[in-house]
């Protein structure tokens, strides 16, 4: 048929083919645009049930507008040739881009969000997909995914009499489709049971675990063993074939897969909303990074980044400082300084330490001089002398006899005290000269004059040394809290903080610690290293009603303290505790050889934000 031109569409190259026809890239030559042409042949187009799913095609895909669905454009019919027109997608399928070994965690999961947007965009309007498979999922060359083929598609408004696909009209016995078709279904489809858009989220889950292994979540070497693995057994664990994957990116993909439909995640919205906060914790600039504001948009307009200067030395090292912000604007990027004045201070700086250091010195000089001062002033008085005076005696040949040294007499002599022995041998020594020589002058006692006070001073407390002025502290800048909402089911990691023996009883206190930062909107609302409490919920082995219920001992959660130290519910489940159970059991690990123990410490699980709930984080 190529060459061939239907109404005003030429045909230029097969570029694929389905259940539901022939797929050709064609030329509008009205428009003059490529676009993509899905024509039902006349022999299928005899059978009333292939026109009707051909018209329900054209219909579901028409009512949707999302940048991640492949956009139609009309439905044409040319004799007994009927043709859907649609965006023509350049690039390969997803079944085409994923290696062996599994897509890069960052890749896998920027296709899971857009895939996630798209269903959830297309359940909103009420529409299910039924057959995402990665053959139905194209990617562009700029990365950009284009869900298809809605051939299969369902309104979730229809009747109870609607009618459902069996296994032979979804072509799973036809040779060569039965691996790709049944791979993804999920056990209620397999089954021929009413689906809703929980069906679509276990089949989107097999797809992320292909993404991310490069192996298909259930595979076997016929459609009817496949159909076994997914009615039946346990998808191999994440870790074991991708250790790379982040293990809540892991806890995400696993949400989806449960066999019973209660089990799985809620909505597409609340998974779309959980691979958003994923990605933003860890590529926090990404796509998803949240918009500034409009203060954040007027200071980068006000203050623009100077353009970098060209190095004429190796990097400079200094420090990102952040630029100072006004109260009430958003948080910018921190800004580089590359001037080498930040690293080395200036010279006036230098001159001003000088200064307040010889400040620091002679306030300390002048303390000690005022203390020794007044310990000069406040030294107790010695006691009284008394000082004998002895008058030379001169004579023609011989000097005057020197003084003798002044001896130390009572405070108070007696009164009739005899004088002292000195002084009478002065008086009667004979004198050499037959000229009397007058008598010198009785000797007195000169007193050392008491203290001026007589009563004694108080004694008081030296007083101590000047202290160093003190240094001014900068002003820190009002903090300013914002309120931010943490949605249901959002997961983070935590690990258990002690032993927990197998003989523990039910009612334990437990106690848990967060192991990384709990951001939403870049923003840290629950800190690592934060406690989370939790009970034991049932003993090992402990029978409940009528002896049902023995099995592994298990644990529930309680709550968390966030940044604003604020109590925040969590569970240990994913789901809430009207889709089953909230409590897990405990895990020892594999190879741990610990006797007498029912989990060791630092054991990790993933705990889940149980509610919608606020908290105030720094703006």
Partial sequence: MLGQTIQHYQLLEAIGAGGMGQIYKAEDTRLHRIVALKLLPPGLAADPERRKRFLQEAQSASALNHPNIVTLFDIVTDGDTQCIVMEYVPGNTLRAVIPPRGLAVAQALQYATQIASALNTAHAAGIIHRDLKPSNIMITPTGMVKILDFGLAKWVGAGPSAEQPTIEQSQLTKEGSIIGTVSYMSPEQAEGKRVDARSDIFSFGSVMYEMVTGRRAFEGTSGISTL??????????????????????????????PKDPDARWPSMKQIESALITLQRQLDPAGPYAPPLSAASAEIAEAHPAPAPAAPSRAPDPSPVVAAPIPNGAAATKPVPITSPDVRK????????????????????????????????????????????????????????AENPPPQDVPRTPPPEAAPAAPVESALKAPRRTAKKSPLPPPTQFTPVPPPAASTP???????????????????SAPVVLTPITVNDALPFRIALAQDVPADALEGQSLTFTVVDDFQVGGKILIAKGATVTGVIASEAGKKRFLGIGGGKMRFELQRVEAVDAKKL?????????????????????RGSKSKGLAAVQGAEYIAYIDGDQIVSARK
């Fill in 345 to 400: 201070p200036s010279s006036s700086s230098t001159l001003v330490l000088v200064l307040l250091l010889v400040g620091i010195v002679l306030v300390a000089s002048a303390g000690a001089g005022a203390w020794l001062w007044w310990q000069n002033q406040h030294r107790p008085a010695p006691p009284y002398q008394a000082q004998v005076m002895s008058p030379p005696v001169s004579t023609p040949t011989t000097p005057p």
């Fill in 569 to 589: 519910n969590v569970r240990a489940m994913a789901g809430r505790a009207k889709e089953g159970p909230t409590t897990r059991p405990f895990d020892t690990g």
């Fill in 457 to 475: 001073q108080p004694k008081t407390e030296e007083p101590p040394a000047a202290p160093p002025p003190p240094k001014p502290t900068p002003k």
């Fill in 228 to 257: 076994s693995a997914i009615l039946r057994d346990e998808v191999q664990p994440i870790y074991e074939l991708a250790p790379e994957v982040p293990p809540l990116f892991e806890q995400v993909i696993l949400r989806c897969l």
